[in-house]
């Protein structure tokens, strides 16, 4: 006998966990015995809440009502009475388990989405159903996943929408209950869980967490994967999608106070623990996302086997000339490309998040050896960046040096680049440097670009670098 199912015996015997089951008409019957409770992950059992208690809400919005929702039930007269267009893709959003601090991310998500691709967007709205102890708000997921997936097969059924277009959206405890929905609905075509929760879901079986063959395509970004105990990371360091994205390595995210370390008795303990907190780590996840929306090409992921690898270079540039961008547009990459592969990124420290990344080497000319700074500056026909640092310490003539070049602007096709070079302290002998080449690879397609420059020049000067003829 495993030592799960041992488990799950010594729950029933304590009162945890003793097999029961509640049934609600039209959706389904729950259990709280194995894998569902009385386990090494999931210790408390607790059978999820009637659908009327947890008062899960479905509010529509569309090009036609951006500005109010209008409220969505399972029957021919609210379907046929509101805006929804069965021509188009629609997207489910679920929030999860800490809606106290960003109540309205869904909505603000859905009228970034509908404008720029002309679809159907429903928030879901369980707040009632979240609003309590965390096992049982992790149980409650169970029971939102059920509806949604059948708000799915009954607009299936009614208009012929394949479900090929339906798309969720899920974050914390949402992105388990998307997978749920997800298990229930055949040929789903995407899952995008937001920071999927670790407690009660990290480490179990399938059936019990989102995972990949919830639907035809699972992307998953991680951005507070730390164990939760004893550093209170929330967010599940295990990868579950056909493509998981570790910005900034999934744990600390640029701009987020570390958690603190929490000794509470019990994981209510601990989550009420961290709502007095930090928990920017575990949210920034749906603000990537949403930025994403309007901003895809500043996003792009690199494979890669861990954080350490991604730091040292190695992973740059994309394999096949191609990186998957995080977020909105993931999906668009080819999942048999993809498939299984964990991607890194970096990102900002705040708004806007996204980064674009080049690779550049600079050789360059000169009167004599000694230390200095070389600099660099992008210039395209979408705009310019600040002069960037490529190399500290001794210049030589005929030397080449190579850097990792990140910037927040995306300067579009480049057109030329500036070159700069400083002395650590002044030099009365006025010596020159000037950049005779300056080769640049751009990380997101691998796109190469040749820049030739003409002499030496002083000290600060500025010295335009052109394509190569």
């Not at 800490?98 to 691709?117: A, F, G, S």
């Not at 995407?190 to 399938?206: A, K, M, N, S």
């Amino acid at each position: 006998m495993s030592d799960i199912w041992v488990l799950g015996l010594l729950g029933c015997l304590l009162g945890i966990a003793c097999g029961e089951k509640v049934c609600y008409p039209k959706l389904d019957c729950f259990e709280d015995n194995v894998p569902w409770g009385g386990t090494a992950e999931r210790p408390i059992a607790r059978l999820p809440w009637s659908p009327e208690k947890i008062g899960t809400r479905f509010l529509l919005y569309t090009s036609s009502n951006l500005d109010q929702f209008q409220e969505l039930k399972p029957d021919k007269a609210s379907l046929k009475g509101s805006n929804y267009d069965s021509d188009v893709r629609t997207h489910f959003i679920i929030h999860g388990y800490l809606t106290k601090e960003n109540e309205n991310w869904p909505v603000d998500m859905c009228k970034t989405i509908v404008p720029v691709e002309s679809s159907n967007c429903i928030v879901v709205d369980w707040k009632e159903g979240s609003r309590t102890t965390y096992p049982q708000a992790a149980n409650n997921a169970r029971v939102v996943g059920a509806q949604v997936a059948q708000m799915i097969k009954f607009i299936k059924d009614t208009t012929r929408q394949g479900t090929d277009t339906f798309h969720i959206i899920g974050h914390s405890l949402g992105a388990h209950a998307a997978g749920e929905a997800g298990s229930r609905t055949r040929n789903l075509g995407r899952i995008t869980g937001l920071d999927p929760t670790e407690p009660y879901f990290q480490g179990t079986v399938e059936k019990v967490r989102l995972d990949a063959s919830d639907a035809k395509f699972v992307d998953v970004i991680h951005t507070d994967s730390l164990p939760f105990n004893p550093t209170v990371g929330l967010g599940m360091s295990q990868a579950i999608g056909h493509v998981d994205f570790y910005p900034n390595g999934g744990e600390h995210m640029p701009g987020c106070n570390k958690n603190p370390v929490s000794q509470y008795p019990d994981i209510d303990g601990i989550w009420e623990g961290v709502r007095k907190f930090s928990i920017c780590n575990h949210l920034r996840s749906y603000e990537y996302y949403g930025e994403s929306i309007l901003n895809p090409s500043g996003f792009a992921g690199y494979p890669c086997s861990d954080k350490e690898a991604f730091d040292s270079g190695t992973c740059f540039p994309c394999a096949n000339k191609v990186c998957p961008t995080m977020g909105h547009f993931a999906d668009k990459f080819g999942i048999s490309q993809v498939s299984k592969t964990n991607f890194y990124l970096n990102t900002g420290k705040a708004k806007p998040f996204s980064q674009y990344v080049y690779r550049a080497k600079v050789t360059i000319d000169g009167t004599r050896s000694q230390p200095g700074f070389l600099h660099v500056a992008l210039h395209g026909d979408q705009g310019s960046t600040p002069l960037l640092q490529v190399h500290v310490g001794l210049l030589t003539p005929g030397s080449s040096y190579e850097a990792t070049l990140t910037t927040e602007q995306n300067v579009g096709q480049l057109t030329h680049m500036t070159f700069r070079w400083n002395n650590h302290i002044y030099n009365p002998l006025l010596p020159k440097f000037g950049a005779t080449k300056i080769e640049l690879v751009r990380g997101s397609d691998s796109k190469t670009y040749a820049f030739c420059g003409e002499g030496p020049v002083h000290e600060s000067f500025k010295q335009k670098v052109n394509p190569c003829q």
